[in-house]
Nanobody
Framework: QGQFVESGGGLVQAGGSLRLSCAVS????????MGWFRQAPGKEREFVAA????????YYADSVKGRFTVSRDNAKDTLYLQMNNLKPEDTAVYYC????????????????????WGQGTQVTVSS
């Protein structure tokens, strides 16, 4: 599985920004894509953004388009999520996940198609 290190979460006021990181070390599998999901208390884990590792194609949930940017550093095996203009409804635990083999773009928004997950990082946005 490798080791995941997620960081960058915290408490921020509405309208503020945060940058999340997810570093993967020691992996023994190939990497087709990585994604960010989030889970608020009492809710299902939902898709936020994803990026394919080879060509950098990006995909976003409608709720974050124009505010969040997903990127990656292939050399460092690290995934990022720049979050701007944060809203209270963005409050959740954010998780990064990995997908080893090729799937259609629509399936990158489905948590069941991810192989491994990080431990999560809390993001809290106050109004």
């Amino acid at each position: 599985q490798g080791q995941f290190v997620e960081s960058g979460g915290g408490l921020v006021q509405a309208g503020g920004s945060l940058r999340l990181s997810c570093a993967v070390s020691g992996r023994t599998y190939s990497l087709y894509a990585m994604g960010w999901f989030r889970q608020a208390p009492g809710k299902e884990r939902e898709f936020v953004a994803a990026i394919t590792w080879s060509d950098g194609s990006t995909y976003y949930a409608d709720s974050v388009k124009g505010r969040f940017t997903v990127s990656r550093d292939n050399a460092k095996d690290t995934l990022y999520l720049q979050m701007n203009n944060l809203k209270p409804e963005d409050t959740a635990v954010y998780y990064c996940g990995t997908r080893s083999t090729v799937v259609g773009a629509s399936r990158l928004a489905v948590k069941e198609f991810y192989d491994y997950w990080g431990q999560g990082t809390q993001v809290t946005v106050s109004s």
